[in-house]
T-cell receptor, first 110, second 113 residues
Framework: RKEVEQDPGPFNVPEGATVAFNCTYS??????FFWYRQDCRKEPKLLMS???SGNEDGRFTAQLNRASQYISLLIRDSKLSDSATYLC???????????FGQGTELSVKP | NAGVTQTPKFRILKIGQSMTLQCTQD?????MYWYRQDPGMGLKLIYY???????DKGEVPNGYNVSRSTTEDFPLRLELAAPSQTSVYFC????????????FGPGTRLTVL
């Protein structure tokens, strides 16, 4: 089993749609969780951290379920500019090392 | 603040050649990391450093070496390049370890022929 596993993509959605990405992780001792965004051939950038209580940043909502070892990202009212690959990232608590999922590609069409 | 800078942006190597990928950060971060990303895959940790003079192996260290003589610089050395090392290499840094954001450089695209 992969340490961090994401929904296979790509997701092709029209502008204005709501889209959800799922991610599972295998190490129950993992300590912190993130969603990063990666545009084509560029470096990953932090989109948002994920907290147990759930958190929201504008059109983006992240949820964490520690019992099920499951992380989600919801994007409401998709924009063309949301087209990118979304990486689920887990910190297993080992010296700052991050474990990256393989990414889910999102393409938002007009 | 330039953040994390990497050189070169692109490089083509022949099998058996060596090279050093440079990484510098100006944010006074303690932690620095090297990742590789193969097409359609997530990032895999090669080496990381928790401070000057301290380095440790990540998930895929074979064929690489690192050093950390200063807080700012974390070069990655490839010895005897192989086609399997064709990849995009990202350097990253963070102030702390457990919950802090990692900031990435723009990457080095390496092809080994």
């Amino acid at each position: 089993r992969k340490e961090v596993e994401q929904d296979p993509g790509p997701f092709n959605v029209p502008e204005g749609a709501t889209v959800a990405f799922n991610c599972t992780y295998s190490n129950s001792a993992s300590q912190s969780f993130f969603w990063y965004r990666q545009d084509c051939r560029k470096e990953p950038k932090l989109l948002m951290s994920v907290y147990s209580s759930g958190n929201e940043d504008g059109r983006f909502t992240a949820q964490l379920n520690r019992a099920s070892q499951y992380i989600s990202l919801l994007i409401r009212d998709s924009k063309l500019s949301d087209s990118a690959t979304y990486l689920c990232v887990v910190n297993p608590g080992q010296g700052g090392k991050l474990i990256f999922g393989q990414g889910t590609e999102l393409s938002v069409k007009p | 603040n330039a953040g994390v800078t990497q050189t070169p942006k692109f490089r083509i190597l022949k099998i058996g050649q060596s090279m050093t990928l440079q990484c510098t950060q100006d944010m006074n971060h303690n932690y620095m990391y090297w990742y590789r990303q193969d097409p359609g895959m997530g990032l895999k940790l090669i080496y990381y450093s928790v401070g000057a003079g301290i380095t440790d192996k990540g998930e895929v260290p074979n064929g690489y070496n690192v050093s950390r003589s200063t807080t700012e610089d974390f070069p990655l050395r490839l010895e005897l390049a192989a086609p399997s090392q064709t990849s995009v290499y990202f350097c990253a840094s963070s102030y702390a370890a457990r919950t802090d954001t990692q900031y990435f450089g723009p990457g080095t695209r390496l092809t080994v022929l």
